[in-house]
């Protein structure tokens, strides 16, 4: 059976259609959830695309976080079920804290748009398993809200727990604690990420490569086999 993934739309979601055709590609069927979906359509796992979601008014995130689908989408996360965050979407995460710290203004206050070098820190969550850590990968980056702040108690944990998922490499693009891109909680089926995998699946698009493609065939891999 095929293995099924939503992708949430919120109002100002930019890169839905470009989830769907990554998770497409990776070889499972996206699935549309939109915003005030009670129910999350029993799919396997969710994505949280990136965008403005709601304008990024009052916070990135910040009101999103209350929309319908999260209600069901809080409840099964902490059951297990494997979601990723993509830039807005890691925005969210954060909101809704499923995963620690929080989101802030890059510390240059301008947007950005870079192919961006990230380590790979975390190769066993359930979105970076077809990873090796250590690895050295190239993802599109595009943000104003992209600098990653927790206090240090929470920056601490991280860092001992082996839950920074990724990490910049040669510059700082916005001015993170750590210069951390990303992080997974606990259990390792959430995890959230500022740069954007799904446009660097094709190597006609993004940064020419498909850096980004194992997050979706690690995903996939995870469900067949579980």
């Given at each position: ?61 910040a009101i999103a976080r ?88 929470t920056l601490d944990a ?9 990490r910049y490499l040669d ?56």
């Amino acid at each position: 059976m095929t293995a099924r993934i939503g992708v949430v739309t919120f109002p100002g979601s930019l890169d839905d259609r470009d989830t769907q055709r990554a998770i497409r590609l990776a070889g499972a069927e996206p699935v549309a959830l939109w915003h005030k979906d009670k129910d999350l359509k029993q799919v396997d796992a969710v994505v949280l695309c990136g965008g403005f979601s709601y304008g990024d008014y009052l916070r990135a995130g910040a009101i999103a976080r209350f929309s319908p689908v999260m209600e069901p989408l809080l409840e099964q996360a902490k059951a297990g079920l494997p979601v990723l965050g993509i830039c807005n979407g890691f925005q969210i995460l954060t909101e809704a804290h499923l995963l620690p710290g929080t989101m802030l203004r890059n510390n240059h206050l301008h947007f950005i748009c870079r192919d961006q070098k990230l380590r790979v820190e975390n190769a066993e969550t359930a979105w970076t398993s077809d990873y090796t850590a250590g690895q050295e990968i190239h993802i599109p980056l595009k943000n104003i809200d992209g600098q990653y702040v927790a206090d240090q108690h929470t920056l601490d944990a991280l860092e001992a727990e082996g839950r920074v998922a990724f990490r910049y490499l040669d510059v700082n693009p916005n001015g993170s604690n750590n210069d951390i891109a990303g992080v997974t909680n606990e259990a390792g089926n959430v995890v959230g990420l500022m740069p954007h995998p799904e446009h660097a699946v094709e190597p006609l698009i993004g940064t020419g490569r498909t850096d980004g493609l194992p997050f979706f065939t690690s995903i996939l891999k995870k469900l067949v086999n579980a």
